[in-house]
């Protein structure tokens, strides 16, 4: 049994003009110790996706399948135990998360917050570890006592992954964690979070629609299309699937020579979630699209070692 597990879920959005089919049966597992990165487009369903794991979803969401943490199923949960959960278990860092900090409370307070909410520590024990938090994320002791707008960006950043490590969680969940910060700050963050999560044999799902800083993170990639997953495959070893070799070329490695002769971004623009089309969703924009592939969806399917792809070409070669 896998720490993470789902299982066909799908997740639409009631709107007034109908439904919208935001993650259309996506199943995957992930083990405590491992990183795996959801990479696709914006709007391919990945936050949705994020939020759907702790029932963090607006009202007007409806989930279907099945999400399990440590072999129980969240969406059965009722809401005590989903707050026993949140933090405790499992956290989230969500883009620009920084600004969700609290501006008039001091960082340290806000740090302390969930162990002296989940009673997992005494306020003289949270100190200590609110210390050892700021330590652990680069940060001096001595900023507990500082104010929200005191620090920079990427500092805040810092101080929401102490948050989400505070309680020791098994899983932690990072949709867009640096994307609102600079290059070189992003790069800190980054290392940072996979440090941390190697050390503590936690295990990270990290969202971006940026491929190279997946890459270098995290030991499986997941690509989506359309609220689909149409690739799974380990990090580093290349793409299958015509729509994540795109992605994937128009991320040139830096210093690579090779790189700069690959295609550039790709045609044409994400379906209409609304009106997405017949058979594979990617066959529109898809260079290698066969007369079959209007008509016929194709499931994920084996497409070499421990890598799954849902095209039609895929474990053929
Ligand atoms: N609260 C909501 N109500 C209705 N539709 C929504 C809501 N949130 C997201 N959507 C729609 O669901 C689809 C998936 O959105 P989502 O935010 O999950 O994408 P994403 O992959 O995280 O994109 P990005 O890279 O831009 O963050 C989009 O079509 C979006 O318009
Ligand atoms: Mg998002």
């Given amino acids: 049994m896998s720490l993470l597990e ?4 799908s997740i639409t959005y009631r709107l007034a003009d109908g439904e919208l089919p935001a993650v259309r049966g ?10 795996l990165g959801v990479v696709g487009e914006s709007g391919s369903g990945k936050s949705t996706l994020a939020m759907a794991l702790l029932r963090l979803l607006p009202k007007d969401a409806r989930v279907t399948g099945s999400v399990r943490l440590d072999g129980e199923d969240v969406l059965a949960m009722k809401w005590g135990r989903l707050r026993a959960v949140r933090w405790a278990q499992a956290s989230i860092v969500f883009q620009g998360a920084q600004h969700g ?6 960082i340290g307070e806000q740090i302390a917050e969930p162990l002296l909410v989940h009673k997992l520590a005494d306020p003289d024990r949270a100190r200590r570890r609110v210390a050892e938090l700021l330590d652990q994320v680069g940060l001096p002791a001595w900023r507990a006592k500082s104010y929200p707008h005191e620090l920079s960006g990427g500092q805040r950043q810092r101080v929401m992954i102490a948050m989400a490590l505070a309680c020791e969680p098994r899983l932690i969940v990072a949709d867009e964690p640096t994307t609102a910060l600079d290059v070189m700050v992003q790069a800190q963050v980054l290392t940072l979070i996979r440090e941390l999560v190697a050390a503590e044999d936690i295990a990270l799902l990290m969202i971006s629609h940026d491929l190279s800083v997946l890459a270098d993170l995290c030991d499986r990639l997941v690509v989506m299309y359309a609220g689909r997953v149409v690739e799974s495959a380990p990090a580093g070893e290349g793409f299958t699937h015509p729509y994540s070799k795109a992605l994937a070329a128009a991320f040139p490695t830096i210093g690579d020579p090779a790189s700069r002769l690959a295609p550039q971004g790709l045609g044409g623009d994400p379906p209409d979630p609304l009106q997405l089309p017949t058979g594979c969703v990617f066959h529109p924009r898809c260079p290698v699209a066969l007369d079959t592939c209007s008509t016929v969806e194709i499931d ?3 497409a070499g070692d421990r890598r799954t792809a849902a095209c039609v070409l895929a474990g053929e070669a």
């Fill in 6 to 9: 789902l299982d066909d879920v």
């Fill in 26 to 35: 996506v199943s995957l597992a992930l083990d405590a110790g491992q990183a």
């Fill in 101 to 106: 900090l609290n501006p008039v409370r001091r």
């Fill in 300 to 302: 994920l399917r084996p």
